[in-house]
């Protein structure tokens, strides 16, 4: 009788557990993100930043990999992920699967600038973007040209004041989604 019991413990026991894990050809996130893996492929990846971090415990230090990714369509659409892992390639899949999960859509003039002269502001760092005329190009720090570019933005040009850190300059968030974000109106106020 004891026998005949322990099968059907056993796969009852398997129905429990988690899958396991995909080869290393499969995507790991495909499941989790909104679009299809033939929208995934066509994607601009630009890896921004790579480095290793480090956290200091009371038994020692612990070593990873940190991945700042810029992701587009080159149509407008445009997001950016960071990760971080022991193992550089699952922090670059892990960075762009936030990328992805973080895309927004860009305004564009004439499908290759912006409308208007913007201006924005992030810890030290100041970022002015003005339009350009057609042909004029991406004239601008590179971590941004690389997130123009993965927006599909074809004439720019940008100044960035203070801190030059990639991680300042490509968090740098519009009015738009700060007043988003708090739920609230912004309002310009002088107060000299």
């Known amino acids: 009788m004891i026998p005949l019991c322990l099968p059907q413990m056993k796969k009852e026991a398997t129905q429990d557990e ?5 080869e ?24 921004l930043i790579t ?31 960071e990760a971080k892992h022991d193992d550089p390639t699952r922090a670059t899949n892990r960075a762009f699967a936030m990328a992805v999960r973080n895309m927004d859509y860009v305004d564009r003039y004439e ?18 973007l003005r339009p350009r005329p057609v042909g004029f190009g991406l004239h601008c720090n590179p971590n941004i040209h ?30 738009q989604e700060i007043e988003r974000e708090r739920g609230r109106k912004l309002l310009h106020l002088r107060t000299r």
Do not use: C
């Open 18 to 22: 988690e899958p396991m894990e995909k």
């Open 24 to 47: 290393d050809g499969e995507d790991e996130h495909a499941p989790i993100l909104p679009l299809s893996r033939r929208e995934l492929e066509k994607l601009h990846r630009f890896p």
């Open 51 to 81: 480095r290793r971090v480090t956290q200091q415990t009371g038994k020692g230090k612990i070593h990873r990999r940190g991945v700042l990714v810029a992701v587009g369509n080159g149509d407008g659409l445009v997001g950016y992920g």
């Open 111 to 128: 499908n290759r600038t912006i409308w208007t002269e913007m201006s924005s502001k992030l810890g030290a760092t100041r970022i002015i």
């Open 146 to 175: 690389q997130v123009l570019k993965a927006a599909g933005i074809k004439d720019i040009s940008a100044k960035v004041w203070g801190s030059r850190n990639p991680l300042n300059g490509s968090g740098v968030r519009g009015k």
